[in-house]
């Protein structure tokens, strides 16, 4: 796992953004989607970007939560605790209960459809 500061933005106000990328295992990232919620290091935030293929995930920090936060004294290649939202979790959970009945009601369909076609 990674971490690295990505971009800076300066908006109307003079005020800078803070965009950092952190790398996670795929699963970890199975749980991360873009505007889903992350807690880094106790922090809660909104994931910005998710890039499935390189394992990483974008959020950003506005300046007055880069005062009161202890990500930014943070350096590339430091580790960092991640909790995912729980909503992924249970969303997993409920769909593992369905998955066999949605196929066994699948394989069930296929096999009417064959005795039907054979007729």
Known sequence: MW?????????GLMKIHFFYKIQVSPEILKYIVPKGFIAIDGTSLTVCE???????????????????IIIPAKLKGD?????VDVLGKYSENALAGLLPRIEALEATVESLKKQLDSK
């Not at 890039?51 to 009161?68: A, R």
């Open 50 to 68: 998710v890039d499935t293929k390189e394992n990483w995930f974008t959020f950003m920090l506005v300046e007055y939560t880069q005062k009161k």
């Open 79 to 83: 580790t960092v605790n991640i909790e």
């Open 3 to 11: 971490m690295e500061l990505e971009k800076l933005l300066i908006d």
